[in-house]
């Protein structure tokens, strides 16, 4: 018998054989591919256009507004600035001061001028937004020159909360009517112009703070610090950045694939990988063996059996589907290594081939059993006839054999090597 590694070897040398055409086909094809992945990732990458940022200029602005307290009360000393509430008292500090503060942020720049243009607007607007009525009166203009970066620009101007209800009233007095809800607001819009990073550029900026009047107070709304950034960017050609995964399953593929080609290239040069009949034989068995092991078990038969005349199975297979059909089981020899099936007053029995290897019989060469009686070769439908006798109950052996057969448990040593007793 021959030992797993030599099954090994041998089924290794069938596919190569069957398959090595194949097998080199896809390994040449794995070093092509492998190939192309490093010379694209590593010798020549492919390029691509990105956008370059060339300069950026970045303009900040925000309201600041206080109130300064100008008449006599109970709670708040006279000339008190309140700074930055939400809600103000129109009798005690009817004016909002409010400032808008500019800057700019960019790496270099030159000649830029920063203006703040600030406006009142009163209108009445309905529910769908439709405008009734509006008036605009500019309030405050800045420009300045020259404005270095972090530098603030201020524009400054004062509204009067008192004046404003006056001028709300007379609007709404001479129409007539106020059809939806009015509301006033200051808009400011912030120009920056200038040369940044050596090229021309220009940015506008609008922000909006509503002034809600309540009688005796008025409350005020602003965004915060708004900012507001412009780039200008130019097309770059740069070369194109690959993953881990093609960076490095490039050079794996080559490699495999020229191991694979180099390996199969000298296996079918230096060596005959064509299996001989015997080996191919032995694998066949192998496969039966495999296929029906739950169909056989392993004890040794009492050597009563053996003294019957021998059918010689063609193959396991051929034993198996005989034993089935003869309700029979099969027994492999834990000694010889052969495979029975007793039915009638006949042994059939299978002689399975040794591999071809130095270590066992020469190719063809049967493993060798006991000696056995007559014999004749047998198919399974002709070894099927032979057990006639015995399915008829006519044989004054068939007692006999399932006497053996059942005394042969007893007598019988196990593959696991236990006592025989005779």
Do not use: K
């Not at 001479?174 to 940044?196: H, N, R, Y």
């Not at 029906?292 to 193959?315: N, Q, Y």
């Not at 006497?403 to 019988?412: K, M, R």
């Amino acid at each position: 018998m021959s030992s797993a590694p030599d099954e090994r070897r041998l089924r290794l040398r069938a596919v190569l054989n069957a398959q090595s055409t194949a097998i080199l086909a896809v390994c040449l094809l794995l070093v092509a591919v492998g190939a192309g992945l490093v010379y694209t990732t590593h010798v020549d990458p492919e390029t691509e256009t990105e956008q370059r940022t060339v300069s950026s200029l970045t303009v900040e602005s925000e309201y600041r507004h206080s109130a300064t307290v100008t008449e006599p009360n109970a709670v708040f000393e006279t000339g008190r600035v309140l700074d930055g509430r939400d809600t103000y008292f129109t009798r005690v500090a009817p004016e909002l001061d409010v400032s808008v503060a500019t800057s700019y942020r960019t790496s270099t720049a030159e000649n830029v001028t920063v203006q703040v243009d600030s406006a009142l607007v009163i209108r009445n607007v309905g529910e769908e937004g439709t405008v009734y009525w509006r008036e605009t009166e500019p309030i405050a203009s800045e420009t300045a020159s020259g404005v270095a970066p972090g530098e603030t620009v201020n524009a400054s101007f004062t509204l009067n909360s008192t004046a404003i209800d006056g001028r709300v009233a007379a609007i709404e007095e001479q129409l007539g009517a106020s059809p939806g809800e009015t509301e006033t607001f200051v808009t400011t819009e912030v120009a920056v112009d200038g040369s940044i990073g050596g090229v021309p550029t220009a940015s506008t900026q609008t922000l909006d703070m509503t002034v809600t009047h309540g009688g005796d107070t008025y409350s005020v709304s602003e965004p915060g610090v708004q900012s507001d950034t412009t780039e200008r960017t130019e097309p770059e050609t740069v070369d194109r950045e690959y993953g881990a995964l093609r960076s490095f399953g490039g050079p794996l593929l080559l490699l495999v694939g020229l191991a694979g080609a180099g390996g199969v290239t000298y296996a079918r040069r230096e060596y005959d990988l064509a299996l001989t009949e015997a080996e191919r034989a032995y694998l066949s068995y192998r496969d039966d063996r495999s296929e029906f092991a739950e169909w056989i078990t392993t004890f040794r038969l009492p050597a009563s059996v053996h003294e019957r005349p021998t059918a010689e199975a063609g193959s396991l297979r051929d034993l198996v589907d005989f034993a089935i059909d003869n309700d029979t089981g099969v027994v492999e020899d834990p000694e010889t290594g052969a495979f029975h099936a007793v039915a009638g007053e006949f042994v059939y029995t299978y002689r399975p081939p040794a591999p071809a290897t130095g270590d066992g019989p020469a190719d063809g060469e049967a493993v060798a059993g006991p000696a056995p009686g007559a014999t004749a070769a047998v198919s399974p439908d002709s070894a099927a006839t032979a057990s006639t006798p015995a399915e008829d109950g006519d044989s004054p052996d068939a007692d006999l054999d399932a006497a053996d057969l059942d005394g042969s448990t007893a007598d019988a040593t196990g593959s696991d090597g236990g006592d025989e007793r005779d």
